[in-house]
């Protein structure tokens, strides 16, 4: 046993197995404000923070993650989770600060970034956006782009300078002298935990017990336990043992002790030895820094570990000791071969030495530097890391050479043969490019899912070319920034609230489905997933695991009473495979027992025969097979081939676009339980209850009357809990239903991403007609989507994006074909934009490849063929008019705005001084169409209930996912009737208040469900107003007409007349002595819209979003490395309900764009088997990935005719400004090598195919390539 203070209170630990991990024990003691969100420390979402101490010895706050930390790692410590930052009732001014900006949309990394922010808050060095960035970086936010979550920061750090004598933490005082750990010794489950205090116990027990895994912050350890399910029987922690957490400057260099964490390296450093304090500063986050040690970094023998090359450099030394006494091994010595170490089974390293560098008396000078290269800058492991050091003599010439890499071999290496040829030659270009060659073949990299070899044996040479140059970019090479957001324009109270749950957000009060789920006990479930992409079923044998201790049953498709399967559209999906599996991943069975562990060691048990069968896996490969969901959808509009045939410039091409994993930060989650009348309630993550209702209802041969799906709230959706949450709470359902238990389920990352649909990839070819001025005259398109093994949504996402291939451009001849690939991959789905972004793509690529074969601008062109006028040269090839002009005065007035002639003279000018660092500079537009291209979906009701007391509650068919739905519609209820407000709640959606529900999807949740509670408040205002004209006629004695009343300020009075009017409340009551009905339903429906496949015509949406974004970028040529200088963003939301919540939208979803265009990129192996299913292999947006300087107006006096109180919908739109990204990246290859000629950018433009893409310009000869139009 043994206890530890949370929040200030005391908390015994006992019978608790040493393998399981805080966060595991927080939540299941109900502390559910902490959240899981990858089980690796790659999101940040289950940050805590400890009492630790400081270089002084003196108490200090360290947040980490609670998800690989080991319960009985923080015995006789002080943790804080977000509970104990602030409450509700007293907000802390981070909080605080957080609720102010819309710093929480779906508010699941909330809490995380909460205490993340609470540290700062307590660090009088975070004072600075760079400081806030190494702060707040290993937090990640898939909602709000990051840009409110900064300003929230800046603001709560200036109000602390500002300020005397506040507390970091309420309760929880800090500086002063912390105490010193004391020794743990912890036994249950039959796994052991010991915590000496002495250097001499720790080298006994090692001794003695060689077996035992030493941990220190167990950052690797723990992920370990949660990724491999690795249960270790004996740990012995380093942490408490004294002197070994010391780092001290000798006569020698710098002695690091084994126990001593890279945060207390940083602050030990200062200033000295910069080359590894800036790989410290890209070394994962802050949390995982507090956490692991550098010997623990060194001692796991990862070959893309972060610091030992650069250590490698620097000559460093491990001091190896053991009850048999001590040794000294050189780094360049301890690697063995992978993950293989010279340290032996009873050996600890007591330090590290990190020489000084030559003395001033020595003749020689020093020049030394460190580079990582990855996908992302923050949070991310290197594709290659680099260490340098070359001591050159007053003559110039080297002395000693010494090049570290890592990810380039089976360990951390030297380029010997390279340092050789570089001793005793002078410091010099000629030099340099002597021996490049050598390194360039000294070195033999692999492939694998983080870059090619290819891609790596470059870096290993412009690496040290950029050594050699150092040619620095503040942007690309310095501690990452940020600029200070705008403040917010002023409007009405009811469009300046704040989002609804945003102080359950701040506080870890708002309860998700598995936060709920954890209240009581529940069965678990863990799924048994096929091992093949298509295999036939020969047996299924579930005996064994039945027999296990833990295990309630194993579910196969036997046990589904009613039918197997969960298609959206086509009954395609079964529930459970049977006879064949067509998917990696497709689940076979379902175990169901009292944990996870026990569910988890069935599953192993559970025996499958497969006999495997050719797999389709590539769009290319479907294609090639005439494998498809769906014959061919074709839109056309004049004689496209007679356009193109008198065209003077034709040019074709080939598009392939990646897919997008959805990230939402809460992975599917659901719970289920059977009822007492042959009923059943299920709890759902989802964006479509009446369909997680229709599919359980099947299943289980249940009239939908019985089942009752409630959404609660999401962390984030996307469209990616559209559909896919059916099987997930369709199995909870037939696990409760089989046991008479209740049953919960929350994903597992790595399951999630796995059995989840993805946003498609595409296919496209094309070929297009144009004039030398760029002007468009003919576009033949085929577009092929990769729909995976069942059909789901792939039909109509493909016909969207067939709808927005024209994005804004008007083409007097076209002939558009979309088509569903069928392959053996996971069944792709909705996701933000619903094929418009890739239909987009590829217009955007038309425009960019004719600009540049025109040798125009590319602004320039796009603006010469947007849509225009009345009539034809205003109407889309589906022959729908766009009813306004609205794009091409938004276009002009972004120009302006954003200064783009101005900027564009100066990226020039820096081009051509910068010759291995670019900038590009890009301004794209977008239209994009709303409704459900299915025309039957548009529709929504509402549900209304008075109370006695004036007190309103709102029902309604849309579900809350961190978009502020529910914020909107509680302004349109406060606008219909006049009320504050606290006197109107939003309830959680649930089938059984409105049957019958569309998914919140297609951007459509307020402009159907706004428009459904604004006509349930019309008939509750038509049914109060009599009787509050009866109830002031006769309190003023002169007659009041019903039709002049007015519903404001919380009072029902005659317009023009205030004194005249009477509390909302005492109307209310009035009304119900009067027997007046005071619940109303409310329902809308789209009007005149409809669309007719056959003839590729119709108007199948009420009206169009526009916007236009204007991006600068930088781009090291040497690496491939990018960042986002500065976004300027100018959006048509019409008349905005909330401008707050909409420029939040705006800002996450061109963040979100940006992620799938430049680097979120999906890898699958040659079996089928998805490579990139995790936090830590699928990189999404990290917090300084965001646009340093991010400029989001909402275009003014923008009210829309047809739409509740004037808005437009804003979710989905702004993804798609994110294409100006793309095209500012390809601007910015394009400054590299020759004037002119293609620039070849895929789709995403990660670092590598950015890298590769300007080493191809730069290769090339300068005649042009064939690839040129004609």
Not at 228 to 242: D, G, N
Not at 799 to 827: C, E, M, Q, W
Request: proline share 5%; with cysteine; aromatic share 6%.
């Amino acid at each position: 046993m043994f206890e530890f203070r949370l929040n200030g209170s005391v908390v015994r630990v006992d019978d608790v197995s040493p393998n399981t991990t805080l966060l595991d024990f927080l939540r299941a003691k109900g502390a559910t404000g902490t959240k899981q969100g990858c089980a690796e420390g790659d999101c940040g979402a289950c940050t805590v923070a400890m009492v630790d101490r400081d270089a002084q010895g003196n108490r200090n706050l360290r947040a980490f993650n609670a998800c690989i930390t080991l319960v009985p790692m923080v015995a006789g410590r002080e943790i804080v989770t977000v509970e104990g930052v602030g409450s509700k009732e007293k907000p802390h001014p981070v909080q605080q600060a957080m609720v102010k900006h819309y710093g929480s949309q779906c508010g699941f990394c909330t809490p995380g970034f909460v205490v993340s922010m609470a540290e700062a808050y307590s660090r009088p060095a975070v004072c600075t956006p760079e400081t806030v960035a190494d702060q707040l970086c290993g937090n990640i936010c898939r909602c709000t782009g990051y840009r409110p979550i900064r300003d929230a920061m800046m603001e709560a750090l200036a109000a602390r300078d500002a300020a005397v004598g506040l507390s970091a933490i309420p309760g929880t005082p800090l500086g002063g002298p912390a105490e010193a750990l004391s020794s743990v010794s912890y036994e249950a489950k039959g796994q052991k935990f010991l915590r000496p205090t002495s250097w001499e116990e720790l080298l006994a027990l090692k001794a003695a017990h060689p077996e035992a895994m030493l941990v220190a912050g167990a950052t690797e350890l723990g992920v370990d336990i949660t990724k491999k399910a690795r249960r270790y029987p004996f740990l012995i922690s380093t942490e408490a043992v004294e002197g070994l957490r010391d780092i001290r400057r000798e006569a020698d260099g710098w002695h690091v002790g084994g126990a001593a964490t890279l945060v207390d390296l940083e602050d030990a450093l200062g200033t000295a030895l910069p080359e590894v304090t800036k790989m410290l500063n890209v070394f994962a986050s802050r949390q995982i820094r507090q956490r692991a040690t550098l010997s623990g970094n060194l001692v796991t023998a990862s070959p893309i570990g972060d610091l030992a090359p650069v250590l490698l450099a620097l000559d460093a030394r491990l001091v190896l000791a053991s009850v048999r006494g001590k040794r000294t091994v050189a780094l360049s010595e301890f690697f063995l071969a992978y993950r293989k170490t010279a340290l032996q089974a009873d050996e600890v390293v007591r330090s590290i030495v990190i020489p000084d560098g030559p003395s001033a008396e020595s003749g020689l000078t020093r020049r030394s530097d460190s580079f990582k290269v990855s996908k992302r800058r923050e949070l991310d492991i290197s594709i290659v890391a680099a260490g340098f050091c070359v001591d050159v003599d007053s003559g110039g010439v080297v002395r000693a050479a010494r090049l570290g890499y890592g990810g380039v071999a089976a360990t951390p290496i030297r380029a010997r043969r390279t340092e050789e040829l570089l001793v005793g030659k002078p410091w010099t270009r000629e030099t340099v490019d002597q021996v490049l060659p050598v390194l360039g073949s000294e070195l033999s990299p692999i492939s694998d899912l983080r870059g090619s070899a290819e891609y790596r044996r470059g870096l290993i040479v412009s690496l040290f070319e950029k050594f050699f140059t150092g040619e620095r970019s503040p942007s690309l090479d310095a501690a990452p920034g940020f600029v200070g957001g705008d403040g917010e324009v002023p409007t009405d109270a009811t469009r300046v609230l704040r989002h609804e749950s945003a102080l359950g957000h701040v506080t870890g009060a708002a309860k998700y489905v598995d936060d709920v789920a954890q209240s009581r006990p529940m069965l678990e479930v863990w799924p048994v997933c096929s091992p093949h992409a298509h295999a036939r079923i020969l047996r299924r044998d579930a005996t064994a695991a039945r027999a296990l201790p833990g295990v309630v049953t194993v579910l196969l498709a036997e046990d589904i009473p009613g039918m197997n399967d969960t298609g959206p559209i086509r009954h395609d999906e079964p529930l459970l495979a049977k006879d064949e599996v067509l998917f990696h991943g497709q689940i076979v069975a379902l175990v169901v027992g009292e944990s996870v562990d026990a569910c988890r060691e069935a599953a192993r048990q559970v025996v499958v025969e497969y006999e495997p069968l050719p797999a389709v896996l590539t769009v290319e490969d479907a294609i090639a097979q005439g494998s498809y969901h769906t014959e061919p959808h074709i839109i056309r509009r004049g004689d496209v081939d007679a356009a193109l045939a008198a065209s003077p410039r034709r040019l074709s091409g080939t598009v392939s676009i990646g897919g997008q994993e959805h990230f939402y930060l809460e992975t599917h989650a659901a719970y289920a339980e059977k009822g007492d009348d042959g009923d059943i309630t299920v709890v759902s993550s989802t964006q479509h209850p009446s369909e997680v209702q229709a599919v359980i209802s099947h299943v289980l041969h249940l009239p939908r009357s019985r089942v009752v799906v409630q959404s609660p709230r999401m962390g984030g959706g996307f469209g990616g809990k559209e559909t896919q949450g059916n099987a997930p709470a369709a199995l909870v359902a037939l696990a409760s239903w089989q046991t008479g238990r209740p049953v919960r389920w929350m994903l597992d990352r790595d399951v999630d991403m796995v059995v989840t649909g993805k946003r498609h990839p595409f296919h496209a070819t094309y070929e297009v007609g144009f004039d030398e001025q760029g002007k468009l005259l003919a576009l033949k398109a085929v577009l092929v989507s990769n729909g995976g093994w069942s059909l789901d949504l792939s039909e109509s996402i493909t016909d969207r994006a067939l709808f927005h291939l024209d994005n804004a451009y008007y083409i007097p001849a076209t002939s558009y074909t979309g088509r569903v690939a069928k392959t053996h991959l996971v069944s792709n789905t909705a996701f933000r934009g619903f094929g418009g972004p890739q239909g987009m793509l590829v217009g955007e690529e038309v425009l960019a490849r004719v600009a540049r074969a025109v040798g125009l601008s590319a602004e320039d062109v796009r603006e010469r063929n947007f849509y225009r006028g009345t009539g034809e040269t205003n109407t889309t090839h589906y022959g729908q008019e766009l009813e306004d002009e609205r794009l091409p005065g938004l276009w002009r007035e972004l120009k302006e705005s954003s200064e783009l002639s101005r900027r564009r003279a100066e990226v020039d000018a820096f081009n051509a001084s910068s010759p291995n660092i670019k900038r590009g500079l890009a301004m794209t537009p977008m239209k994009f169409g709303i409704s459900f291209t299915a025309t039957f979906l548009n529709q929504a009701g509402a549900l209304v209930h008075v109370y006695r007391d004036g007190s309103v509650m709102v029902s309604h068919g849309g579900t809350e996912m961190g978009q502020g739905l529910h914020t909107k519609i509680q302004g349109v209820a406060m606008r219909e009737l006049g009320l504050p407000a606290d006197a109107i709640r939003l309830a959680k959606t649930v089938t059984d208040k409105v049957p019958n529900t569309s998914a919140t999807a297609a951007s459509s949740g307020s402009d159907l469900n706004g428009a459904a509670v604004r006509e349930a408040c019309v008939s509750i205002r038509e049914r109060l107003a009599p009787v509050a004209a009866k109830l002031l006629s006769e309190k003023h004695g002169r007659g009041v007409a019903p039709e002049s009343l007015v519903f404001e300020g919380g009072r029902v009075g005659v317009k023009g007349a205030p004194e005249v009017s009477a509390a909302f409340a005492a109307v209310v009551d009035a009304a119900y002595l009067s027997r007046v009905g005071l619940s109303v339903t409310g329902y809308y429906r789209t009007p005149g819209i409809g669309y007719d496949k056959a003839k590729g015509k119709g108007k199948p949406f009420l009206y169009f979003a526009y916007g236009a974004a204007v991006t600068e970028v930088e781009v090291d040529g040497l690496t491939g490395m990018k960042r986002v200088l500065r976004v300027d963003v100018l959006e048509d939301v019409g008349d905005s309900l909330n401008p707050g919540v909409d420029r939040g939208q705006i800002e996450g979803g061109f963040v979100q764009g940006l992620g799938w265009l430049t680097g979120e990129d999906l890898r699958w192996d040659a079996k089928g088997r998805l490579l990139t299913h995790s936090a830590s292999t699928y990189p999404v947006p990290a917090f300084s990935d965001a646009p340093v300087d991010f400029r989001v107006k909402l275009m003014e006096r923008a009210k829309q005719h047809n739409t509740i109180h004037g808005s437009k919908a804003v979710g989905e739109p702004p993804l798609m400004l994110a294409l100006s990204v793309r095209e500012a990246l390809r601007d910015a290859v394009g400054a590299f090598g020759q004037p002119g000629g293609d620039v070849e950018l895929a789709a995403p433009a990660t670092h590598e195919a950015l890298f590769l893409a300007i080493q191809k310009r730069l290769s090339q000869d300068k005649a042009e390539d064939g690839r040129v139009a004609a």
